[in-house]
């Protein structure tokens, strides 16, 4: 089951993850957020939280402090 986050404008996003190669070499996933489930919906990892721009609604994900 994929982790769905309503914003404040009513809009249901699906987040979804992808690993990509930084320019070292390292790997590192990147989370993102779509209107439609997709193959690379994923859940909420631990240690992240999802926050929200209130002037447009964007949502990202970082980590808990």
Excluded: W
Excluded at 6 to 23: A, F, P
Excluded at 42 to 50: H, M, S, T
């Amino acid at each position: 089951m994929a982790y769905k986050h309503t914003n404040s404008k009513g809009v249901t996003y699906y987040l979804n993850s992808k690993k990509v190669t930084l320019r070292g070499g390292k790997e590192q996933p990147i989370y993102y957020f779509s209107k439609d489930e997709r193959p690379e919906a994923v859940d909420l990892p631990d240690g992240k939280v999802v926050k929200e721009n209130p002037r447009n609604g964007f949502l990202t994900v970082s980590n808990k402090k």
